[in-house]
Structure formats: structure tokens, C-alpha cells
């Protein structure tokens, strides 16, 4: 599946998730390309883009270096769905802020909001303009991993979102 994307930012984007294959590429003329792999023994769930949380399944390289992803197991809380990564000195986490939405961090500074669609849109709200680099992370986790959780309260009472 390929989906074209148009930030007021960073410009025009391509998002390409090959769930058989197990990869996402994330590229553009103004950012650099990051593609997350998933490893071959991983087990394929179909709720998440990607395939699984399993950080020991999955490996992240941005402009051909391979960097640190670190996604949590996504359980009761929102902040179970998180995902982290190093680069640069700095640890950038996806993390849901909403029932659709996840914030983008670097270490407690917010970057922006992103929100990903059911067709494999991923859109943002930059709260400043980011590094390329940046937009490059923040579109590759919300991409991999989807936005937003159910508040816990409401899982746990077995309501969901209209």
C-alpha cells in the first residue's frame, strides 16, 4: 500500500507499508528516507501497520544508518503504546495523547500531533518546524504503529469510540 502525503512543512511525502513483507518506508524530497523492518520470525498481527510491537523483531534506519527503536508492548495505558527512539543524542517518543492522536517528543520538548487514518494516511500538526530528521521519525512511528489508545477507564468498561 502506498499513500501520498502532503504537509504544509516538510512537503510532499510517500508512505509505502508492504505488510507481507513486513517493511515501511517513509521518504521525501525534503526529508530522509527511514524504512522499519520487521524480522521474518516475527508473528504478524493485522491490528498494527507494521506487525508487531517486538522491538526484538524490528529494526529502524534512517538515511541507511540503523538507530535504536524501542517500541513498548501497548497493553492497559495510553502510555503502553508508546514508541521511542535515539538519534543524534536525542530519544524521540510517539506517545497517544487521545483516542486518535499521539504527541511526538524529544525528551519532554512536544514536536507535534499526529493522527493516522484508517486508509494509512498519517497527517500532522507541527508545533514548530521540525528537522527533517524529525519528520522523518514522527511520520515512520505514526505510520508503524498507528495514533492514539483508548482512554483505560473506558477499555477497562468495555466502551469504545463512536
Known amino acids: 500500500m502506498e499513500v501520498q502525503i502532503t504537509d504544509a512543512t516538510v512537503g510532499e511525502l510517500t508512505l509505502t507499508l508492504d505488510r507481507d513483507g513486513g517493511t515501511m518506508r517513509v521518504e521525501g524530497d525534503a526529508i530522509p528516507a527511514v524504512v522499519v523492518r520487521r524480522s521474518a520470525e516475527a508473528v504478524a498481527q493485522p491490528h498494527i501497520p507494521i506487525g508487531t510491537r517486538g522491538p526484538e523483531h524490528l529494526t529502524m534506519n534512517l538515511d ?3 538507530i535504536p527503536l524501542r517500541p513498548a508492548p501497548g497493553r492497559v ?3 503502553s503504546y508508546r514508541a521511542e527512539v535515539d538519534h ?3 530519544t524521540y517518543t510517539l506517545v497517544p495523547i487521545s483516542e486518535v492522536s ?3 517528543f524529544r525528551g519532554k520538548h512536544g514536536l507535534g ?8 494516511e498519517v497527517r500532522a500538526e507541527w508545533i ?3 528537522s527533517p530528521e524529525e519528520a522523518a521519525i514522527g511520520y515512520a ?3 508503524c504503529f498507528g495514533s492514539g489508545a483508548e482512554h483505560p477507564l473506558l477499555a477497562f468498561f ?5
Open 141 to 143: 512511528l505514526a505510520a
Open 64 to 66: 541507511g544508518t540503523e
Open 77 to 79: 495505558t495510553r502510555h
Open 102 to 104: 499521539s504527541g511526538l
Open 128 to 130: 514548530a518546524p521540525p
Open 113 to 120: 500531533e499526529f493522527t493516522t487514518l484508517a486508509d494509512g
Open 88 to 90: 543524534a543524542g536525542s
Open 158 to 162: 468495555g466502551y469504545t469510540a463512536l
